[in-house]
């Protein structure tokens, strides 16, 4: 088996029961492939949040209340859906 590494996990019975779920449904071809697109999924999102990161503070940080004002009010975002900010 090159290229891969044999692990003992636990999960929760009812997260166990969605992945079996998934694969009769043919929507994964194992749980253990269930299972590795899971943790690669996860890691890309931690990948991502790290690069955001990086390069916040390259750039100097998140935007102001009054600089996410201004890009809305340039992209035409009705006041209503504006969010807040930290």
Known sequence: MTGF????ISLPA???ESARRAVRRGQAASV???V????EEKAKLHDLGALL???LAESGGPLTAAELRDAERALGIPV???R???
């Open 36 to 39: 590795a697109a899971a943790v």
């Open 80 to 82: 209503t859906k504006r």
């Open 84 to 86: 807040k900010v930290r």
């Open 32 to 34: 253990s492939a269930y």
């Open 53 to 55: 990161e990086e390069m």
């Open 14 to 16: 009812r997260t166990a």
């Open 5 to 8: 590494e044999k692990l003992a």
